[in-house]
Structure formats: structure tokens, C-alpha cells
């Protein structure tokens, strides 16, 4: 199920794993698995993939990362299959992401010897690149009626839905807001008028999707298949310059 209505749905090479992620969804779907079940699996997923980048089990690991990817779609199409959306799995998913990816590139940093200043700085591009992504297809989503599981603006906890409590919902808000504000707040900084004017069309949604963290393991996967793994830091530095110029584009053509 898409997070868009059909005449805005883009082709998201992030999400090359969604085939997969159904087929998981719609097996999970009449059983007592919960999407809750599926984000811990793919947390599993993140720890195999870096036990074998320490072991050198490169194409292993990179099959794990593919893993992780594939999963972390399907608790979102378990969640709509059987019509239970949570703030409390939305954000569990996205606190989940960042420490996984702060994990894998202190994992990089530790098998290839290298300057953890830069592993913290790629780190901090891979954020601000999702999150530019983020923002984009959330206000996408909120401007043409589409999923709105994911608010534009983070700044309050929401109102807990059915089968959750306030209290549960609000604990894992104020974890998501402590990883997640800087970034958030970078990104609104950098384009705080994005939420008005026309939807964005669908050329430039799919070149942003590249700033999907779908893609971002591929491409780590990639790399660590070529053994490459050397270069996965200073290619998420170099990565994260064309955040100016997906911004430059929205703000001065769209």
C-alpha cells in the first residue's frame, strides 16, 4: 500500500526492496506478529550485518544490510495491511534507524582505520540527507491527503492512537526529539517555505529518493561487495553536498 495517491506515486530507488516487504507484510498479515515484531527483526538484521563487517564476511554483511533495508519497509506495510498505525512504532522505527546508522559508520571507521572526525561527519550528512528526504515526501504526503503517520513539524507529542498509550507515546517522542531535533532543525532552516506552493513533481521526489536510507545501505552494500569500504566515509562527506542542490532546485526552479 502506498503512502500517496496513485497520480502522485514516483518511482523511489530507495525503496527497491517494497516487492519483497509486501510478500513479508501479506504472510505476517493474519498472523499474531505485530509491525512492532518486524522493526525489532530488522534491528537484528543491522546487528548480524555488523558482526560480519568485523569478521571481513563482507558479501554476508551486505546481505544484511540489504535485509535490514527490505524490512524496515515491511513493519509499515504490516501497519496498514492490518490497519494499525502507532506513533509508537513510528518512532521506535526511527530511533532504530539513526543508532543503526551511527553504528555502521563507527563499524567502518573501526575496520578501515580512519579519522573518526570524518565517520562523524558522514554520519551527520547521512542524517541531514534523510532527513532533507524526510521532509520533502512528508510535506508531499500531507499536501496531496496521503499517509500522515509522519508529521511535517515533530514539535509536540502527538495524540496516542487506539491500542496505545499516552504515556508509552509520549517516552518515545521525547527519545525521537533528543536524536532527531538538530537535524530536523537544520533542514527547516535551510528551506522553511518547502510546505507551500504546488506538490513536487514526481522527476524530483525519485532524485531525492537517492537521499532514502534504503539507498544509502545499497550503496554501503555495494561497496563492501567491491571492497570498497575504505571509501563508504568520505563518499556519504562528498554524498551530502547535493543537499544544496536539491534545496537550491526547490526553492529556485520548483
Same mark, same amino acid.
Given at each position: 500500500?502506498?503512502?500517496?495517491?496513485?497520480?502522485?506515486?514516483?518511482?523511489?530507488?530507495?525503496?527497491?526492496?517494497?516487492?519483497?516487504?509486501?510478500?513479508?507484510?501479506?504472510? #505476517?498479515?493474519?498472523?499474531?506478529?505485530?509491525?512492532?515484531?518486524?522493526?525489532?527483526?530488522?534491528?537484528?538484521?543491522?546487528?548480524?550485518?555488523?558482526?560480519?563487517? #568485523?569478521?571481513?564476511?563482507?558479501?554476508?554483511?551486505?546481505?544484511?544490510?540489504?535485509?535490514?533495508?527490505?524490512?524496515?519497509?515491511?513493519?509499515?506495510?504490516?501497519?496498514?495491511?492490518?490497519?494499525?498505525?502507532?506513533?509508537?512504532?513510528?518512532?521506535?522505527?526511527?530511533?532504530?534507524?539513526?543508532?543503526?546508522?551511527?553504528?555502521?559508520?563507527?563499524?567502518?571507521?573501526?575496520?578501515?582505520?580512519?579519522? %573518526?572526525?570524518?565517520?562523524?561527519?558522514?554520519?551527520?550528512?547521512?542524517?541531514?540527507?534523510?532527513?532533507?528526504?524526510?521532509?520533502?515526501?512528508?510535506?508531499?504526503?500531507?499536501?496531496?491527503?496521503?499517509?500522515?503517520?509522519?508529521?511535517?513539524?515533530?514539535?509536540?507529542?502527538?495524540?496516542?492512537?487506539?491500542?496505545?498509550?499516552?504515556?508509552?507515546?509520549?517516552?518515545?517522542?521525547?527519545?525521537?526529539?533528543?536524536?532527531?531535533?538538530?537535524?530536523?532543525?537544520?533542514?527547516?532552516?535551510?528551506?522553511?517555505?518547502?510546505?507551500?506552493?504546488?506538490?513536487?513533481?514526481?522527476? %524530483?521526489?525519485?532524485?531525492?529518493?537517492?537521499?532514502?536510507?534504503?539507498?544509502?545501505?545499497?550503496?554501503?552494500?555495494?561497496?563492501?561487495? #567491491?571492497? #570498497?569500504?575504505?571509501?563508504?566515509?568520505?563518499?556519504?562527506?562528498?554524498?551530502?553536498?547535493?543537499?544544496?542542490?536539491?534545496?537550491?532546485?526547490?526553492?529556485?526552479?520548483?
Amino acid at each position: 500500500m502506498s503512502k500517496l495517491p496513485k497520480q502522485y506515486q514516483f518511482t523511489d530507488v530507495s525503496d527497491y526492496g517494497r516487492f519483497v516487504a509486501r510478500w513479508i507484510a501479506n504472510a #505476517l498479515k493474519n498472523t499474531t506478529f505485530t509491525p512492532i515484531h518486524v522493526t525489532s527483526w530488522f534491528i537484528v538484521s543491522g546487528f548480524f550485518a555488523i558482526a560480519c563487517m #568485523l569478521y571481513q564476511y563482507y558479501v554476508l554483511a551486505a546481505f544484511f544490510l540489504v535485509l535490514k533495508s527490505i524490512l524496515d519497509a515491511a513493519d509499515g506495510e504490516l501497519a496498514r495491511l492490518k490497519n494499525t498505525p502507532s506513533y509508537i512504532g513510528r518512532y521506535y522505527d526511527s530511533i532504530a534507524d539513526i543508532i543503526l546508522n551511527f553504528l555502521f559508520l563507527l563499524t567502518f571507521w573501526y575496520i578501515t582505520d580512519g579519522s %573518526f572526525l570524518y565517520m562523524l561527519l558522514a554520519f551527520i550528512g547521512i542524517q541531514l540527507q534523510g532527513t532533507l528526504y524526510n521532509y520533502y515526501y512528508v510535506i508531499q504526503r500531507n499536501n496531496v491527503n496521503g499517509d500522515k503517520t509522519s508529521r511535517i513539524f515533530e514539535d509536540v507529542p502527538p495524540t496516542a492512537m487506539p491500542g496505545e498509550t499516552q504515556q508509552a507515546v509520549n517516552i518515545f517522542y521525547k527519545i525521537y526529539d533528543f536524536l532527531y531535533i538538530s537535524f530536523d532543525k537544520t533542514i527547516y532552516f535551510m528551506d522553511r517555505e518547502a510546505m507551500k506552493g504546488n506538490p513536487f513533481p514526481k522527476w %524530483f521526489m525519485t532524485l531525492l529518493s537517492a537521499f532514502g536510507l534504503g539507498f544509502q545501505l545499497l550503496i554501503m552494500a555495494i561497496m563492501l561487495v #567491491l571492497h #570498497l569500504e575504505m571509501f563508504v566515509i568520505p563518499f556519504f562527506i562528498f554524498y551530502s553536498v547535493f543537499i544544496f542542490v536539491f534545496v537550491g532546485i526547490r526553492k529556485f526552479i520548483l
